[in-house]
């Protein structure tokens, strides 16, 4: 068994986790990069489309152009990491000390940090978490898996596709299906609204003619030992299968794109407080959970449509850490809750401090035309022409402005409002 000390351990080899391992270098922090795959780089390694950096790099890059750059500066930085490593437990032993225990091929590792900065992403959600029944044949793929499968290994799996949601990794697999030979017969949404990028939604469906079925549900998946065909119900605004409205649509491959939720089973462990409207934990401005120096970015900590976005978060859980580390624990703040007002579903970080610039990212629950996001309580107000669920809404708070609130206020309240 080997012992290793740093000053913070970063789980996770994404786009956020390298983020974080760069920053805290460059802020002068001994970091240690984990992975359990075979190489780092996460998710953007199997997307060869474009429509990444434009936000970070300022450049319209494929996900393996984007990722291949963050790649670079990490051997540059000659930042330390791990591969085949799989975290099976962290310890919170005291405030200013973490133990996280690993299984790598070398043997196991007991890593000692001061802080941790959890960076591991999302899960897919799976047929079976979103109510089709039917037969359980060949031929069934979440979107992550029909894209592994064509973009790094190479194999089509299916000629005959219906998409079961509109999430924007369905919209670029109905795209990437498509450019292949195969018939993508439908998008299947349940909402009235599509579930992806306005973007995705011109540039994978419009432009290739997709339908995309709006307030539709597949009910049922039939076939023997390959899928067959799919059972699809038109829906009621309690989002019910209406009786009679049902018809068939043949196909050889069901795909499923409803979703991700943050893959946070390790913290849950751990005991950190947990938002349910994010699905990742409850956080302050620096991305600390509710344990002292545990820190999380990207998507384990909210889904995010645009991964400039997680890489910003990775950075800015490696500056919290290095705050931590200098003062040996985050100093003490008079931390003011973040509310969810009119139209907001959800809201990251959910406290601030009002002494630093701040970084929100909300979403809403329906979309909306002509509105103004709101603080009321700092009389901060940005107008945009429409908001949709599938969008995030991110913008930066300054300190002159967020020096405005009252000392004796215990919130602040992110809002929606008509023009």
């Not at 344990?291 to 997680?310: E, H, M, R, S, T």
């Amino acid at each position: 068994m080997k012992f290793l000390k740093y000053d913070t351990v970063i789980i996770g080899g994404g786009p956020a986790g390298i983020a974080a391992a760069i920053k805290a270098t460059e802020l002068g922090l001994k970091p240690i990069l984990v992975e359990n795959r075979d190489l780092l780089g996460g998710i953007p390694l199997q997307c060869i489309h474009p429509g990444f950096g434009l936000h970070y790099f300022r450049e319209d890059l494929t996900g393996t152009q984007f990722i291949t750059r963050l790649l670079d500066k990490l051997e540059s930085l000659k930042v330390e990491y791990l591969l085949r490593a799989h975290v099976h437990s962290i310890e919170y032993i005291d405030y200013d000390k973490k133990l996280v225990n690993v299984i790598t091929p070398q043997g196991v590792m007991r890593i000692y940090a001061k802080t941790i900065i959890y960076a591991t992403g999302a899960r897919e959600r799976h047929i079976f978490e979103i109510g089709v029944v039917g037969d359980r044949p060949d031929g069934i793929y979440t979107a992550g898996e029909a894209q592994t499968l064509m973009d790094i290994y190479g194999v089509l799996p299916g000629k005959e596709i219906v998409i079961i949601g509109s999430g924007d990794v369905g919209l670029i697999m109905a795209r990437r299906f498509t450019l292949e030979g195969a018939k993508v017969k439908a998008v299947v949404e349940i909402l009235p609204y599509p579930g992806g990028l306005m973007r995705n939604i011109l540039q994978c469906l419009v432009d290739f003619n997709i339908p995309l079925l709006l307030q539709h549900t597949v009910v049922r998946i039939v076939g023997r030992k390959r899928v067959e065909k799919v059972v699809v119900a038109k829906v009621d605004e309690n989002l019910r299968p209406i009786d009679g409205t049902e018809f068939e649509i043949p196909c050889d491959t069901v795909v499923v794109s409803a979703g991700l939720r943050p893959n946070i089973d390790l913290l849950e462990k751990l005991g950190v407080v947990v938002d349910p409207s994010t699905g990742g934990p409850v956080v302050n401005e620096y991305l600390e959970t509710s344990i002292p120096g545990v820190f999380v970015a990207g998507n384990a900590l909210v889904i995010n449509d645009l991964v400039d976005y997680a890489v910003e978060q990775g950075e800015i859980a490696a500056e919290g850490a290095k705050v931590f580390v200098d003062n040996g624990g985050m100093p003490t703040k008079n931390w003011k809750y973040v509310k969810k007002g009119r139209n907001i579903r959800l809201v990251v970080p959910q406290m601030i401090g009002g002494e630093r610039d701040v970084v929100i990212y909300a979403r809403v629950a329906q979309p909306e035309r002509n509105v103004f996001v709101e603080i009321p309580e700092l009389n901060f107000r940005m107008f945009h022409f429409g908001v949709r669920p599938a969008e995030m809404i991110r913008f930066k708070i300054g300190r002159n402005i967020l020096n405005k609130i009252n000392e004796n206020a215990d919130k602040i309240t992110i809002q929606v409002k008509p023009r």
